[in-house]
Nanobody, 118 residues
Framework: QVQVAESGGGLVQAGGSLRLSCAAS????????MGWYRQTPGNQRELVAE???????NYADFVKGRFIISRDDAKNTVYLQMNSLKPEDTAVYYC????????????WGQGTQVTVSS
């Protein structure tokens, strides 16, 4: 089992920045892709950004040039630096972690609220 814990959400004004962190913990494991998703009421969860174990990065078009995803494998942690935030970025942000070893698996954090005021 892998536990996933997010932190760093909050309230910020439009144009501001926030940094989300997500740490994976548990017994011995190897993590592959780590990513961030977001969800607003009545809508499906959507990909924001993901980074593979080989550091290949994929961004949703709506965050390109504004958000930066990175990871620290020594800490099993993924970060999302969010800049130039817009009111439409308001959502609950979820961390997603995919385990490669000892068996495959997908784990989600509990979510962290990001609210951008206009």
């Amino acid at each position: 089992q892998v536990q996933v814990a997010e932190s760093g959400g909050g309230l910020v004004q439009a144009g501001g920045s926030l940094r989300l962190s997500c740490a994976a913990s548990g017994r011995r494991f190897v993590i592959g892709t780590m990513g961030w998703y977001r969800q607003t009421p009545g809508n499906q969860r959507e990909l924001v950004a993901e980074i593979t174990g080989g550091s290949t990065i994929n961004y949703a078009d709506f965050v390109k040039g504004r958000f930066i995803i990175s990871r620290d494998d020594a800490k099993n942690t993924v970060y999302l630096q969010m800049n130039s935030l817009k009111p439409e970025d308001t959502a609950v942000y979820y961390c997603n972690v995919r385990r490669l070893w000892p068996t495959g698996g997908e784990y989600w954090g509990q979510g962290t609220q990001v609210t951008v005021s206009s």
